[in-house]
């Protein structure tokens, strides 16, 4: 989302420990970008490919007159002139730039708001026609469009089915149906948690701008502009202050949150061109993410994943798929089960890409209990795992990523 915010930088810290067993479907993100990838006018979508770092071609151009548009209550065209680019030219689709986007995976629509122009809008991603809620406001605040307070800068897809929204002052939170009959409800202010240590959800320097993402139990995460992380309940409109993302550079501001296929955080900037960053959400520490031709200054990013924070039981996490079993004849773990009293399994790599990967072991509970890097040199290298003496006997997972925090091979092991 679009706000960049010449503040001073918070430095405290907090964890939080999130279990990451659910395999995500998407691998790609929405973003809003530009023509040009070093300049930020927010009126273009693209699709990334998360596995290759390939951007497509513009999707929509929304600000040159050409898209179809309609009102979503009558179904009937709307007209947009010539002029696309005026100011004042609300019925242009991305006119006023867009720092707000959901995807809807369900209804294949991209749901998104234009930064001052208070309305809720729909692309329909199967025939890029574009619809306007146009019987009401999307904030329900008069006057929204002159105040950068009231802008709504973060957006998402619940796996509830409903949509959430947030001002930038956090004073006004939106829930909105994706079905058939459209409803926009007002929820209310974010409430700080007396936990929060100063650090308010609904101040200036830390919190605005930034984006949503949403787990699997029931809460969102806001990523601010300034790097912050905070967990809502959607429940009780309750933020927690969860501590800033480390490792990220000075001059990074946090716009655009997506989670990938492989339960990290790609986050994207609005002003920092060199690369984006993949978060870990165990520790919320950033690597960089490398693209081959570079990024593209985005003010936000939307697909259909959701973090997985419901702990899950070993009976649950036996009968998880392992969807990269089709990577067998690649890479193969063995012995599985592994005898408590040897402690030691071995992973071949056998036509995996030669270069540094990364072994991961966790436990039920999603805590990582081992964590080692290896150097894949050629075809049929084998390397030896060596377990802690007082490693308890259960079901583990074993997950091998590449440079890019990218999971090339997962499977559960089995210890007793």
Known sequence: MRKILRCFTLTFAASLV???????QDRFAFAVTDINQNTGGW?????????????????LNGVDGKATTYNITSKLQ?????DARAVNNSSVPFNTGVAAIAYDKKNNRLYYTPMFIDQLRYIDLKTMKVYYVTDQSFTGIASAHNDEANVVTRMVIAPDGYGYAVTNDANTFIRFSTGRKLAIEQLGSLVDDPANTG???????SSWGGDLVADDAGNLYM??????????????????????????????T??????TDDQKLLAGSQVYSKSWFVIDPQSWTATEYKTPKGVYLTSDLANSNV??????SPTEIATIPQRDMALSNIIQLYPNPVNVSE????????????????????DVTGKQVMLQKVSVAGEGQVQTINLKKNTAQGIYLVKVSDIYSKSVFTQKLVVQ
């Open 199 to 205: 650090i308010s959800v609904h101040n200036r320097c």
């Open 43 to 59: 009126t273009v979508l693209r699709k990334l490919n998360l596995q290759t770092g390939i951007y497509s071609d513009a999707l």
């Open 78 to 82: 709307i007209d947009v002139n010539a």
């Open 307 to 312: 973090l997985s924070t419901r702990k899950k």
């Open 18 to 24: 999130i279990t990451v067993f659910v395999q995500a």
């Open 223 to 252: 990523f601010s502009a300034r790097n912050m992380v905070f967990k809502i309940s959607v429940e009780t409109k309750v933020a927690t202050w969860l501590g800033p993302i480390k490792g990220l550079p000075p001059d990074f």
């Open 254 to 259: 946090t716009n655009g949150v997506v989670v």
């Open 343 to 362: 402690n030691q399994f071995k992973i071949q790599f056998n036509k995996l890409q030669a270069g540094d990967y990364t072994i991961e072991l966790t």
